[in-house]
C-alpha cells in the first residue's frame, strides 16, 4: 500500500520510514505474534491505518466530513463490484417480495451500472481504482481488475 | 474482481478471463495470485501483494460462472479446494508453490470451502 500511495503518506510517517524508526512501532504490534511480520502489512502501512483511524475518530466518523480531506480516498475498484452486485441481489429482493424500491435508489443504482464503465482504461485494456478527488486512475494492476 | 459486479459487457469479461489465463499475468500454478506476476510489487507471501486469498477467488468463482466461463470456474474451484485440502484452513497461499501463509484456522477460509464443496 505505501510503495502506491507514498506520495500521500503524512509527513511524520515518511520521515519514520525514512529513518527507519517505523521499526519501534513494529515492536509494539500484536498482529505480529501470530505470523511472521513479513507476512504482515509492512509497519509503513500500518502506521498509515493507524493515523487513518485517528483521523476518522478525530471527524466524529462523519462520512461528509471524512471525504472532504481526501487523503486515503479512492473510488475502490473492488468495492464498488461487490455494490453493484449487491444491488442486483437488492432487486430480486424486492422483485420477490413485489415490493418496489424508492426512485432514489434505483437512481443510484442505475449511476452505479454507467459509472463503473469509467473505470476502464482503454490503453491497459484494464479496470483501475481511481482518486476519489481528481478521478485519476490508478494504475497499478491488482487482483481487483 | 469486476466480474463478479456483473454489469461488464461479455467482450470486456473475455478480455479479464485472458488475464486470468495468462502464466505471465494471474495463472501461476496456483491462481489466482492477488498482485500479477510481472508486477515489480508481486511478493508470493507479501500481505495482499502476491498471495492466494480464498475469498478473492471464490468471487472469481462466482462471477466466471456468471459470465458461462463454467470450464475456468470448475478448474479455479479446483485448484482453490487443493490448497485447502493439501494445507488447511489458511489465511492465505503462495501461489507459486502453493505453501500456505499468515494464521491458521482463517474462518473465511473454513467457510468458503464449505460452500465451494457443495
Redesign the interface.
Known sequence: ?S??HDHLLPFWIRSLRKTRLDVVFGWFRSDVK??PL?????NT?ALALYDIQRRFRRKQYDFDRIINHSLFAIED??F???L??AN?HLVEIAKALREELPPELVESIKK??ST?EQ??DPIS???FSRDFVTHRPLK?????? | MPLYSGVLTKDRAEILVKMLESEHIFGPAYPVPSVPLNSPWFNPVGYWQGPVWINTNWLIIDGLRRYGFNKHADALQESTLELIEKYGFYEYFNPLTGEPAGVDNFSWTAALAIDLMH
Open positions: 500500500m510503495e502506491l501470530y505470523a513479513e507476512q504482515r502489512e509492512s502501512d475498484l473492488t464498488n463490484s461487490i453493484a452486485r442486483s452505479t451500472e463503473f473505470l476502464w485494456n484494464e479496470y497499478q494492476t491488482s487482483i481487483a481488475p
